[in-house]
Every structure is written in structure tokens, then in C-alpha cells.
């Protein structure tokens, strides 16, 4: 006795060919925002909430904040080359440790040609 299958009368929903929604995760704005603008919202409501409430009960206003960023951006202004000087000690300084270590690691790890 043999049992034959028969394939059913019309396509299963999940087979369907018609074209579908691109995934949430295609779209350029989702994924630049991390997911839908109304859960990154809710989400950054309640860390705005949070962190305004550990801000308030450190007694520190919004308005002090934007005054210190404001004489921050005054005092490297104010600076000017002597900035730009420091910066660059500071990459030379660094650098002359860096960069041998740098080559004597792509030195060792280099593989010989075939």
C-alpha cells in the first residue's frame, strides 16, 4: 500500500513570492539611529531622565554645563598654535616609542616569500 502526499491547494503564506518590506535593519534611518525613532526616543528619554536627575542632585544646572563647554572652547581658542604645538609634542613623544615597536612587530611577523 502505497501513500501519496498531495501538495495543498494554494501557497502557505510564508512561500509567498510577492515582494515583502525590506527588514527593519536595511533601512539607512534605523540603522543610523540604532532602531525605530520612537523606541530610540522612549530610550533616550529615560537616560535623559536619569542622568538630569543625577545632574540635579549633584546640583549641577544644565546652564553651568554649557557655561564650562563655552569656557572650554574659550581657552583653546585662546591658545591657538601654542595648542597645535602641545598636540604635536605630545604624537612625537609618543611616536618614538610606537612606531619601532610597530615595525619590529610587522618585522617578526612577516611571512617569508614562496
Not at 30 to 45: A, S
Not at 88 to 110: D, H, N, S
Request: hydrophobic content about 50%; cysteine-free.
Amino acid at each position: 500500500m502505497t501513500q501519496t502526499i498531495e501538495p495543498p491547494a494554494a501557497n502557505p503564506r510564508w512561500t509567498s513570492t510577492q515582494p515583502s518590506a525590506p527588514p527593519v535593519s536595511d533601512n539607512p534611518v534605523y540603522r543610523f539611529l540604532g532602531g525605530t525613532p520612537l523606541n530610540v526616543f522612549i530610550r533616550l528619554f529615560f537616560i535623559s531622565l536619569i542622568v538630569g536627575a543625577l545632574l540635579m542632585w549633584l546640583d549641577i544646572r544644565p546652564l553651568d554645563v554649557f557655561y564650562a563647554v563655552n569656557r572650554l572652547i574659550n581657552r583653546l581658542w585662546n591658545l591657538g598654535f601654542d595648542a597645535i604645538r602641545e598636540i604635536a609634542e605630545y604624537v612625537l613623544a609618543g611616536a618614538v616609542i610606537v612606531v619601532p615597536i610597530w615595525f619590529v612587530t610587522r618585522l617578526l611577523t612577516q611571512r617569508p616569500p614562496r
